[in-house]
């Protein structure tokens, strides 16, 4: 059973960091791309960021380019995104997805966690 699980979400004020996690099992965590993804209220989802299955290419959205940073530790079965300068447009729950390629397209992705809450607060 796959399973893709979120932390680290919380509630920061507008300037402030925060680093979430996701943390996988029952997948060869090397073997597929990550990304994350974001929904806030009354939007679609959309993508913030991915990763290839090696770590060595790396892709984001314009709005988060400089400020968040993602990284993967395959021994560890973890990919991470590193934000920074968070501003409150940047309130959302966040979502990890693990697919064959690391693309910006939700449908290229197989398996999805549940979510981590971020606020901003300004």
């Known amino acids: 059973q796959v399973q893709l699980v979120e932390s680290g979400g919380g509630l920061v004020q507008a300037g402030d960091s925060l680093k979430v996690s996701c943390t996988t099992s029952g997948l060869t965590f090397s073997a597929y791309a990550m990304g994350w993804f974001r929904q806030a209220p009354g939007k679609e989802r959309e993508f913030v960021s991915s990763v290839s299955r090696g770590g060595y290419n790396t892709y984001y959205r314009d709005s988060v380019k400089g400020r968040f940073t993602i990284s993967r530790d395959n021994a560890k079965n973890t990919v991470y995104l590193q934000m920074n300068r968070l501003k409150p447009e940047d309130t959302a729950v966040y979502y990890c997805?693990?697919?064959?390629?690391?693309?910006?397209?939700?449908?290229?992705?197989?398996?999805w966690g549940q979510g981590t809450q971020v606020t901003v607060s300004s």
């Open positions: 997805a693990a697919g064959r390629l690391a693309t910006t397209q939700l449908n290229d992705y197989d398996y």
